[in-house]
Structures are given as C-alpha cells and as structure tokens.
C-alpha cells in the first residue's frame, strides 16, 4: 500500500495547501471510519488547478458511478484483511485515465497526527 514515509509527506503537504486544515481533518475521520473514497481533481494540465473531493457520492459521480468504484476496489484489494483496512484514493484528471492509489487506515491514520 500507498506506506512509505516520502509519499506519507507529499500527502500531507498536498492537504495542508487546502486552506481548510480543520475541514480537511474532519473529512480525513470521516474517511477512516467509513472507508469511504476520496480524490484529487487536477483540472488543468500544468496542474495549477486542483481540488480535494472528500464527498464519496461525487467520488462515484465523475468516476461514473459507485459500481465503477466497487469493482475497482474489489480488483485492488484481493483478500478480505486488504479489504477490510483498504481505503482508496483517486488522482481524476480532465483528460485521461485516472489514477488509483491503496491506503490503508494506518497510513491515513499517520496522515491526520501530521496534520
């Protein structure tokens, strides 16, 4: 999974340029206990245009619906323990595929002390 101590770094970092730490620590909690996707949207192709998407129902949306999500999950996290711990987040780009990255609660954990 998404665990080493550099991309823990870059992960913090990224959510602390939000402007909204306190928001972004709430939605972090949410995410943990529910287990619910989030992304980042980059809108532009020099990536000057970002946004944090922590809604899992727009998460479904531009990924074109929650089933897309499930069968992503299930086809990235194979065992029950991963599934049981995994979190997913998505890097959605305006144009192109979209990228998937494993979580696991701890490292979402580590995410929200650093913040």
């Known amino acids: 999974m998404f665990n080493t101590e550099a991309e823990k770094d870059i992960l913090v970092k ?48 531009m990924l074109g619906g929650e089933d897309i999500h499930d069968k992503t999950f299930r086809s990235v996290f194979t065992d029950d323990i991963e599934r049981g711990q995994g979190i997913l987040f998505y890097v959605l780009r305006k144009v192109g595929p979209a990228l998937v990255i494993r979580l696991s609660e701890q ?9």
């Open 14 to 61: 990224s959510l602390m340029q939000s402007g909204d730490r306190d928001g972004v620590v709430e939605c972090l909690e949410y995410i943990i206990e529910h287990h619910t996707p989030f992304a980042l949207y980059v809108a532009t192709a020099d990536r000057s245009s970002c946004m944090w998407i922590f809604d899992p129902d727009t998460v479904y949306d």
């Open 107 to 115: 490292t979402l954990a580590d995410i929200l002390s650093a913040l």
